[in-house]
């Protein structure tokens, strides 16, 4: 596992630690004041890219209110006491995090990082919520019960596939057996625990919290961020199936099974604080609509739905709403847009959906870092992060070696070049390009690209994809949406522009464990 | 335009002209009795990849009676007789095409084909069916009135959108005037006439004509195309918005204005048939359910909905299906098969949709040519026919100038190889791999390619892409579904297995006509 200098102990002196810490308040000056930080902050030097949002709205209060400006002189207090700082309950303070430094101020010497030791400032909470994932045993059981099934018909129903039931129930133990471990080895150290399922996570049980757990996979972590907009307060994920889940924002498997380890390791700052950039949206123009659809509402039936949406944009579009309205979400991963329907699988469509719809792909204008607008055709456009970069935006992008052979070929035969086509050569190339589709989480800039381009006789488009600071996307759509990672949705039809950057302030706090 | 010799007028002499004809009625024997005919049928000698479907279901009689029986015997005496047939009404044939061949009787010295003149049966047909594709301004009224909008509502509505309101009518009337100069010019012809919108257009009045026309774009003609199993009914496009629309699948935009000039063409054989290859499909296993969905279906609420499905399904499954059933669709462009909520954009589901459900990639286990089972984990896959070699699986699979350049610079740099990296040789490696992905819409094989291939510690596959004559997909998926054209679904879940083949009997008869 590769790990990334922190903002709290990868830095060489006290006096760039402080403008790390003085950074988190506002980037822009730490960035001016500290070139080494600057660095730190924004590897390759991209300083130059980085965009302030002085841009507020009405909006914005949506969003719970920011530690900022408590935090950092929290931390310098607890650095020069010394002492492990009491819980956040203790000093009444609600959305900040039971941080205490004291270890990494004595460790400071040895917290160089030139030996490339892991180092961090010591973390101990006292409240933590664990976020568990929805099983797809879960997920069977609930949609058959709310399909009109009994729960024996579901065993019937499940015991057809044979095998697969006994999976299915095998990974749910599996899984459960897991979120155990995690909840008592936190309880074995007095800390409070809240266990919760998706719907009984709220920013109220957030608030609450030092620290927030998820305990599933990359999905359940999404899903534990998306709640989280306090820049202290650490999201931990514990991947809960390593055998059949990734889980690339998730701690090392072998804590999945010994994770009072993980927690010593906490405990004693042997570890490093990671700030994953995310991304914010603001939206303006007409035909828009800033309130989120969950995807993950159930009970709303169809013509509800349509009725619910439609009437809401009717009346936005009375009232001349016109924005920019910063959204109420951070994209810890992607910002995806596409007409709703140009799914081509979308055959359970609450809406009226005619053929030419279904065939539709997304039509839209794109400008990036401000230069000129673009029309675009395509199954749909996305932004990501360096989080995201190794995600969806990955599979949309990296080239196959067959590809990349075909490619060579072609070359090699059009220049008659001697250029041996040897399997070696082949994987090195597609691991170099696809290698370079991918960044670290703390770079605050966006990976950009078209899913599969349209370019015909009444379209051709130039830009399909590139590293930016800002992307602005103004919708010639019908019937589309702007996804934040796969689980919230805006309208995001003909009229409306989206402008997509990324703000530091936004960052979200991890933690980096070595294998 | 490029023209491929058609079964019925690209043939040398009598004797290879008799075995195109009877090889409309048994493939395998045509093939084998004139290899020149084979050639013809089967471009780039791909014989030894045929197959034969023997299988057949009780599903099977889902399909209207093919005119497989008939029609040659039929054309064979028109040609003796040397005098245009009579419609098929006259002879109470219900499911044959009007055909009138004389014309190419009296041509036949001169249909050689050698010159490169066009050539064919002359065609002219007594009853036909127009289908007119839905506008976008009819979308939105229909859309709008179902939420229970009033027509001033989408007025003002739809008036905020500024000129793309207009935009919106005046494609709307572009349309309708090409439509009325269609109709117009086929009743100047003492033509009957239908004009059907997609509801009215079902197998009763595609069995009155002898002939379809879709007045639209592509996905109009693939509707169109849908519900026409009479191999000897052809099928013609015309695009009512050339400026809008590309219309692959249509004749040359000039005909749009000038429709009669076309239909002149049709009397005088200038033209060329051709047989367009489509995809025919046998599901077996458990979890079947053989039902079609229509995505166009407008009226089931979720719960409804949700409940016929599993319900369906669980009926299905107690009834232990196991098939091979072949289903009651064809498909002209291409076979999707994915997670219906592996779409990030479908917030308008209408099941129960937690976030790992979102998240979710499709799942399956893949075979091409009866080789070895290979575990796939993807946005889904893609079988196209050479017609949709074009469309979606085009955009899937090409790579951008962009990626062709980096991939070339990585090998350069690797090889320190002396290679101009000039524009030139960089649109020309690219639009070869591009063009390399196309091939001919009467070719009898498929297309197969995975779409965003996701491979990582869990997962990984060699296979993405290729040509081939069968592929078979085991579905471990949890709410999958196949559809067909973008127009038909059938679930496709954990236990089914699909024989995604081309059947030669199951071609779609079309014009060509030159520029």
Chains 1, 2 share one sequence.
């Not at 006290?14 to 506002?26: I, V, Y």
């Not at 959305?95 to 990494?104: E, I, N, Q, T, V």
């Amino acid at each position: 596992m590769t790990c990334y200098p922190g903002f709290l102990c990868g830095c060489r002196c006290a006096a760039s630690r402080a403008a790390a810490l003085h950074s988190l308040l506002k980037y822009q000056t730490a960035a001016a004041a500290s070139p080494l930080l600057a660095g730190l902050l924004v590897p390759g030097g991209l300083q130059r890219r980085l965009i302030t949002c002085s841009r507020l709205s009405p909006a914005e209060s949506l969003l719970p209110p920011l530690a900022a400006g408590f935090a950092p002189q929290r931390l310098l207090q607890q650095e020069s006491s010394g002492s492990p700082g009491p819980g956040p309950s203790a000093l009444g303070q609600q959305s900040s995090s039971g941080f205490a430094l004291s270890r990494l101020d004595q460790r400071r010497g040895r917290s160089a990082g030139s030996e490339g030791l892991p180092c961090g400032g010591g973390f101990r909470p006292t409240r933590v919520v664990v976020v568990a994932k929805t099983t797809r045993y879960e997920f069977e059981q609930q949609r058959y019960r709310y399909a009109g099934l009994s729960e024996e018909d579901l065993k019937q129903l499940l015991a057809l596939k044979g095998s697969n039931y006994g999976g299915l129930l095998e990974r749910h133990y599996i899984h459960t057996k897991n979120v155990e471990h995690v909840v008592d080895s936190l309880r074995n150290e007095q800390i409070e625990v809240r266990l919760v399922k998706r719907r009984e996570y709220d920013e109220d049980t957030v608030r609450w919290a030092d620290a927030v757990i998820s305990a599933g996979g990359d999905g359940t972590m999404l899903l534990a961020a998306s709640k989280v907009f306090d820049r202290f307060k650490p999201v931990i994920g514990v991947n809960t199936d390593p055998e059949r889940s990734e889980g690339h924002l998730c701690l090392p498997v072998r804590y999945t099974h010994s994770f009072p380890e993980a927690l010593q390791k906490f405990y004693r700052g042997e570890f490093r604080w990671q700030w994953r950039q995310r991304i914010r949206i603001y939206l303006e123009g007409t035909g828009i609509n800033p309130t989120p659809v969950d995807l993950h509402e159930q009970q709303l039936s169809q013509e509800q739905h349509s009725r619910a949406h439609v009437n809401g944009r009717f009346h936005d579009q009375r009232s001349e709403v016109s924005g920019p309205h910063l959204l109420p979400v951070r994209a810890l991963n992607e910002v995806f847009i596409g007409e709703s329907l140009s799914s081509r699988v979308n055959y359970k469509s609450c809406k009226p959906s005619f053929k030419f719809s279904l065939h539709r792909a997304s039509y839209y204008e794109v400008s990036v870092d401000d230069g000129p607008w673009e029309k675009q055709k395509s199954s749909g456009l996305n932004v990501c992060t360096g989080t995201g970069s190794k995600a969806w935006s990955y599979n949309i992008n990296k080239v196959a070696t067959q590809a990349v052979e075909e490619i060579l070929k072609i070359a090699k035969k059009h220049e008659s070049l001697n250029l041996p086509l040897s399997r070696e050569l082949i994987q090195k190339v597609t691991n170099e390009y696809n290698d370079s589709l991918l960044y670290s989480p703390e770079e605050p800039k966006m990976f950009f690209s078209i899913r599969e381009p349209i370019a015909n006789r009444v379209f051709s488009s130039s830009l399909q994809r590139g590293f930016f600071s800002k992307v602005c996307v103004r919708s010639r759509c019908w019937d589309a949406c702007m996804v934040v990672d796969g689980g919230t949705s805006f309208e995001f039809n003909d009229g409306a522009i989206a402008s997509i950057l990324i703000n530091t302030e936004d960052a979200l706090l991890t933690v980096l464990l070595e294998e």
